[in-house]
């Protein structure tokens, strides 16, 4: 029997991808997959897809980020739907060119002549000693890079939502999984139609005190951090921000308004940090409401170290939220 | 077949024997939860390519190293107490505990890095050719990296460049037939690595990299050719990864069958063959088994007990100019 707009299924984040690639899939011949050994997928959503559907729409590439993430630009110039997967978010840089200056910029430079339906899958965050090149989020550096869409699932069913909605969307679009979610679970809709919309955040606990404004694993965290604080009477709204670009300016402008209040939390590291531009954009535009200055909980500005004490001192925490919040409403 | 003094068999077995017992034990440390980290890519199977390289390099030359890392550093004179101090991420260890296994490294021994970017150090190794070359010595880099890493667009642009430039460059690709889960006939069309060289007319070999003298005598060659000015060379060193890709790997991509066909060509047990073929009597290497035995004893007991780095020092590390 096909689900129901109601039903959901209990399962784990990389399952919510999966299942989001195979609907995909099966709705649309002109999407397929490629990325390094994702028919084995190390953590999990495309592992032996390729049995499920045509085998020649999962594709195993050489280790060759540029030519595959160029080739996927090509394939999306030329009506197909590629949805390609970088091993780990760090791994990026080595095809930065085909994403900044080919994907992001195609359709302006020819006057609008074409789109690029492309979507990179790229797994950032800190998770267990992954030390430096294995532990980056990387986000940041892509809002500055106009053309480019960029979201970030906290959840398993905006693992789903926002990566079909990414799919679907004609321009490319970053969806920046989380390496340390992918085995956490919860209710998933089931409905093949159901998709997350880019560009709407969500409000992941209530509060008058302080507006917390989370962005992929942090988003837990602040949760978290708001029911420790709730036990000292302090309030705070828990934002998740789900995309940065587009961002959803009104769900944030309208929260600090009622708050007076801002934190970000990411777990990219402070400077030129997703925070920068959030605070930039609120005391701009809501300056008469803030009480006080807002304050960004981020990594440190550092390269993420290996040793398990270290990268806990380097990271952002429920604690370090708790800090900052406490920090503004004492100030 | 030419001869080698028997005391240099010795080193050359007992920089094999440390290499498989330092890996073998942090395999068994992994498993119990005390090394950091669910990326450790270990060198067991492939001991004689590193021992053999390095073997033929001089202390101030230079290697380029990858993932797999461990055995090249051991090769080129690391200490494995401070490896192993390293891989437990303890103050003490090469990197202060701030790399880890996929960093692990000493650039007082000529190792210019560990990396975790596959690809990133066929781009490098040209650099301190021509550096060497800049600076009037006549050093050689030796640069690692596997059947997998040829495929990125650093294999080809790194060797174009050190064959236009006539650089003091040793490419070793340590073929052991798969990047990762994907088998080497799904990530190139070729069927010898060593050809590609001809794409920049340098030389290119295939040898078999899991005999330790003929990887010796092959990058003996190539380094002699390197340090005369006569520019760089390609050796592909055939030879097997016993364990996973790194050590929480299900590896269920390879059939039992063929993991087991990876062991019967044991660099270690054929070179003790070889050695005693050479006149090396059994007991000698029985002696170098067992101090090698209690050398990585004393490495792991050592990185055990030593302390934690501290948060507050990391700042002094991301500028050469101290804090910022
Ligand atoms: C740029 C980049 N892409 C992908 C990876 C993930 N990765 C790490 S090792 C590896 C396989 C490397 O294969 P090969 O070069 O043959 O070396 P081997 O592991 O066999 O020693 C892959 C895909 C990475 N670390 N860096
Ligand atoms: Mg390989």
């Known amino acids: 029997m096909a689900p129901t707009a109601t039903d959901t299924e209990f399962m784990t984040y990389f399952q919510a991808v999966r299942l989001a690639l195979k609907e995909e899939l099966e709705r649309d011949p002109t999407v397929f997959l490629m990325g390094e050994d994702i028919r084995f ?14 085998p020649e729409r999962v594709l195993d590439t050489p280790i060759t980020e540029s030519a595959f993430v160029g080739a996927a630009v090509g394939a999306a110039l030329t009506g197909m739907r590629p949805v390609v997967e970088i091993m780990f978010a760090d791994f990026i840089t080595v095809c930065m060119d085909q994403i900044i200056n080919q994907a992001a910029k195609s359709r302006f430079m020819t006057g609008g002549q074409v789109k690029v339906p492309l979507v990179i899958r790229a797994p950032g965050g800190f998770m267990s000693s992954s030390a430096a090149q294995h532990s980056q989020s990387l986000e940041a550096l892509f809002m500055h890079v106009p053309g480019l869409k960029i979201c970030l699932p906290a959840t398993p069913a905006d693992a789903k939502g926002l990566l079909k909605s990414a799919i679907r969307d004609d321009d490319p679009v970053l969806v920046f999984e989380h390496k340390a979610l992918y085995f956490s679970s919860d209710e998933v809709p089931l409905d093949p139609e159901f998709t997350v919309p880019l560009g709407k955040a969500a409000v992941r606990r209530e509060g008058d005190d302080v507006t917390v404004f989370a962005v992929s694993g942090m988003v837990s965290s602040a949760v978290s951090a708001g029911d420790a604080l709730a036990r000292d009477g302090i309030e705070a709204e828990v934002i998740d921000a789900r995309s940065l670009i587009p961002l959803d300016k009104d769900t944030l402008l309208s929260s600090v308004r009622k708050t007076g209040r801002l934190v970000t939390v990411e777990e990219g590291c402070l400077t030129g940090g997703v925070g920068a531009e959030i605070v930039a954009l609120v005391t701009s535009e809501a300056w008469d409401s803030l009480k006080c200055p807002p304050v960004r909980v981020a990594a440190k500005d550092q390269p993420i170290p290996f040793s398990p004490v270290l990268e806990a001192a380097c990271a952002p925490s429920s604690r370090s939220i708790q800090d900052a919040v406490r920090s503004c409403l004492d100030g | 077949m030419r001869d080698y003094p028997q005391d240099k068999l010795l080193e050359l077995y007992r920089t094999m024997y440390t290499i498989r017992r330092f890996e073998e034990t942090v395999s068994e440390m992994a498993a119990g939860g005390l090394i950091p980290g669910f990326m450790i890519h270990l060198y067991v199977g492939q001991e004689a390519v590193a021992t053999g390289v390095c073997a033929a390099l001089r202390q101030d030359d230079f290697i380029v190293s990858t993932h797999r890392g461990h055995g090249h550093l051991i090769a080129k004179g690391g200490r494995i107490d401070l490896m192993m101090a ?8 090469y990197c202060r505990g701030r790399g880890g296994s996929m960093h692990i490294t000493s650039f007082e021994l000529g190792s210019l ?27 050689v880099t030796a640069c690692f990296f596997g059947d997998g890493a040829s495929n990125q667009g650093t294999f080809h642009e790194g060797l174009n460049l050190a064959a236009t430039w006539c650089l003091p460059v040793v490419f070793v690709c340590e073929n052991n037939g798969y990047g990762f889960s994907t088998p080497r006939s799904c990530h190139q069309s070729v069927s010898s690595i060593a050809e590609r060289a001809s794409a920049y007319d340098i030389p290119g070999e295939t040898i078999d990299g899991d005999d330790v003298l003929a990887v010796l005598e092959a ?7 390197a340090r005369k000015g006569d ?3 390609l050796v592909e060193a055939t030879t097997h990864r016993w364990h996973g890709h790194f050590e929480d790997d299900d590896d269920d991509y390879r059939s039992e069958e063929e993991k087991e ?20 009597d059994a007991s000698a290497l029985e002696r170098v088994r067992e101090e090698v035995e209690a050398e990585v004893e004393k490495a792991r007991a050592f990185a055990e ?8 020092d990391d700042a002094s590390m991301i500028f050469a100019g101290g804090d910022a």
């Open chain 1, 41 to 54: 997928s190390i953590f999990g959503p495309t592992k032996d897809l390729h049995l499920e559907v045509e």
């Open chain 2, 86 to 93: 390293e891989l437990m991420g303890k103050e003490a260890g």
């Open chain 2, 113 to 139: 890095g560990a990396n975790g970017i596959v690809g990133a150090g066929l781009a490098i190794a040209p650099g301190a050719a021509l550096s060497a070359k800049l600076r009037g010595t006549d050093q």
């Open chain 2, 219 to 225: 990058t003996e060659r190539s380094v002699e050719r």
């Open chain 2, 231 to 233: 520019g760089p060379s």
């Open chain 2, 261 to 280: 066909a990876c062991t019967e060509s044991c660099p270690i047990c054929r070179f003790e063959e070889a050695c005693v073929e050479r006149g090396n």
């Open chain 2, 305 to 312: 007990e030593c302390p934690e780095p501290k948060p507050e």
